[in-house]
Each structure stands twice: as C-alpha cells, then as structure tokens.
C-alpha cells in the first residue's frame, strides 16, 4: 500500500527532553512537510523540504529541527527549547514543489509533554 | 498576503438535512483552494479542490465548493447530511513562495449531525 506513515501515534515524553517524530512515504513524493495542530487554531507549518538535503523554516520553526538524508524520510526533532511542545503533529507529503501537487496527510502523532 | 477566514467554528445539522460551511479567502492573486476533512485524532483527508478550472468543484462523498471571486468565497456544501460526515473541515489556500508552495490553514469548522 502506498502511504504516510508516522509513529508512535502516541508520545509521552518528560520537559526538558529531546523527541523525535518520524515521518515516512512511500509514495514516491518530493517535497515533504510537517505541521503542527492545537485545538482552535488549524495547522501551521513548522518545516517543510522540497527535495533531499534541504529545508526550509515554516511558520513556526523555533524549538524544532529536521533532516532529509533520504527521500522518503523526513524526522522532526522536537527539542527542549521549544517552549509547549505538547500538541498534535502531522506530516505531509506532496509529489513537486509545483503549483498544482495535492498534499497528502499521515495519521499524526500526539505528543504530550509531562 | 494570502489566508483563509472560516467563519464557523462549530454548524450543527440534522441528519438529512443540508450542510454550508463557509470560507473567505484573500489572494493578491487567482488561488488554489481546497478543503479537507479530519476525523478524531486522525490525518486530513482531502475533500476537493480548485485551481483555477471549473468554478463548481465536486468532492468526494458528495460534497461540493464553489469558487465566487466577486465575494472572495469558497463554501462547501452538502445536500444532505449523514452521521459519518460529523468531523472538522479546514479550509485550504494554497501560497506561492520563491517557486515553492505551501499551504495555509483556516482555523476549522467543526460539524455536528444530530440523529
């Protein structure tokens, strides 16, 4: 089956520690992403990568940092400077960086913070 | 800059009954939009979208949008409801940025289906 696939889907993790949430597609996609989902407010980006070995900040880079060493990978670190941590995290994936490719959702990763 | 205003944070219906959630958008330019659904504690699944074809864009499980550039809206409808479609709906505009897209989010529309 082609997909996104994230895990855990539950994280329990205590302050002050680093975490990272893995993302993988077998999809055959380029361009990869990830957001963040707090009640009320929708999705924001936090990083996205557009092809292997580079990213860019979105929204709301601060506190996390990522990698894209393959193409079907595409981990974010969620590191102890990132102030409330605890929300829910999807990532995305999306065939070019063009201006007509859907994005297509993993299942997401909850992430509590203790 | 380009956003999206949802303009309900919740819409309840009766099963049977017909579902409008609305969504303005602001473009300098001719948008791409979408919406997506999202049940509990799941990924988003897209719904439907436009980019710049038909202005009636048809979805899946019988949703539809129309694009109204005079009114800068792009609401979803639904001519009657079923229990399943009881989940949160986002909003969607597509941005250009240096030859790179994104996408920026409406806050969400939660749609409770009463029996």
């Known amino acids: 089956d082609g997909g996104i696939t994230q895990s855990p889907k539950y994280l329990f993790r205590k302050e002050g520690q680093n975490v990272t949430l893995s993302c993988e597609q077998n999809?055959?996609?380029?361009?990869m992403y990830w957001y963040r989902q707090d009640p009320g407010q929708g999705l924001r980006l936090i990083y996205y990568?557009?092809?292997?070995?580079?990213?860019q900040k979105g929204d709301i880079a601060e506190g996390y940092s990522v990698s894209r060493e393959k193409k079907e990978s595409f981990p974010l670190t969620v590191t102890s400077a990132q102030k409330n941590p605890t929300a829910f995290y999807l990532c995305?994936?999306?065939?070019?960086?063009?201006?007509?490719?859907?994005?297509?959702f993993g299942p997401g990763t909850r992430l509590t913070v203790l | 800059a380009q956003s999206v205003t949802q303009l309900d944070s919740h819409v309840s219906v009766s099963e049977g009954t017909p579902v409008l959630l609305r969504c303005n958008y602001s473009?300098?330019?001719?948008?791409?939009l979408f919406w997506y659904v999202q049940h509990p504690n799941k990924g988003l699944q897209l719904l439907l979208k436009?980019?710049?074809?038909?202005?009636l864009v048809k979805g899946i499980n019988g949703f539809e949008a129309e694009f109204k550039k005079s009114e800068t809206s792009f609401h979803l409808t639904k001519p009657s409801a079923h229990m399943s479609d009881a989940a949160e709906y986002f909003c969607?505009?597509?941005?250009?940025?240096?030859?790179?897209?994104?996408?920026?989010f409406g806050k969400g529309t939660m749609l409770l289906v009463s029996p």
């Open positions: 995305a994936s999306s065939g070019n960086s063009g201006s007509t490719d859907t994005q297509y």
């Open positions: 999809l055959n996609h380029d361009a």
């Open positions: 990568s557009q092809i292997v070995n580079d990213f």
């Open positions: 473009s300098s330019y001719s948008p791409s």
């Open positions: 436009y980019t710049s074809a038909a202005t």
């Open positions: 969607v505009v597509r941005i250009m940025n240096s030859g790179y897209s994104t996408l920026t």
